[in-house]
């Protein structure tokens, strides 16, 4: 069994492109006024060092959970809507999840990761975007949270991890997994935190789960992700 591990992989160079390029003036408008807002929020644009360290992670994590209560969450793609509750109990996990979300770190990342009848894993891409943020974000691991109990059912959305030098089974920050199996991933518990669950959009799942793949079980064509706080 491919562990879950946030690993270097070959990856296609295929991205998804709208059919209709034509643009109207009031088009223009629009987007480039999204546009602004959007870097003007971004302040993970344009930093001379890391965002986030390991040493104060925590205590900043938890901060930041309090202050953001939210545990609700969709993540759009071409297939539909994925919509998971993220859970209380695991509350850095949770916390540093609303922190990417908010600051559209997913935001044009992938399912980079197809594993036909096990899982879908997301938040990384080919993109430099991507390589970017993660720079500007920082180095760092979200400590292990299985002692909340939660365990690998279908629909389970669980932390992919580091296999190297990672005797405590701590978590990327950056990529997540979600059950497809119909029986489960219990090989997993214990080992990868479970910090939510999919509560609508178990077909989309299906769906991506059941697409053509490549070399390391990327998609022969990108499953662009938007990823957005609901409540």
Not at 30 to 43: F, L
Not at 55 to 60: D, M, Q, R, Y
Request: with cysteine; charged share 25%.
């Amino acid at each position: 069994m491919a562990s879950c591990e946030d690993t270097q992989k070959t990856k296609n160079s295929n991205t998804d492109k709208p059919t209709n390029t034509s643009v109207t003036k009031k088009d223009t408008v629009i987007n480039e006024k999204v546009k602004t807002e959007k870097d003007s929020n971004d302040i993970l644009a344009h930093r001379d060092e890391p965002m986030l360290v390991q040493e104060e992670l925590i205590p900043f994590l938890m901060d930041y959970g309090k202050k953001n209560p939210e545990t609700r969450i969709r993540i759009s793609t071409r297939f539909g809507n994925i919509d998971v509750e993220l859970f209380k109990d695991t509350p850095l996990h949770r916390a540093n999840f609303l922190f990417l979300a908010k600051h559209h770190y997913f935001d044009g990342t992938y399912f980079h990761r197809v594993a036909k009848g096990f899982v879908i894993q997301g938040g990384n891409s080919d993109n430099p975007e991507t390589a970017r943020k993660r720079n500007n974000i920082g180095s760092f691991l979200i400590p292990n949270e299985t002692s909340a109990g939660h365990k690998h059912y279908r629909g389970s959305f669980s932390a992919a991890k580091y296999a190297e030098q990672n005797v405590s089974d701590a978590s990327s920050p950056f990529e997540f997994f979600i059950v497809q199996d119909h029986n489960g991933a219990h090989h997993l518990d214990n080992e990868h935190t479970v910090y939510g669950k999919v509560v609508d959009g178990m077909d989309v799942v299906d769906e991506i789960n059941n697409q053509d793949v490549g070399e390391g079980e990327w998609p022969l064509i990108n499953i662009a992700i938007k990823v957005e706080v609901l409540e």
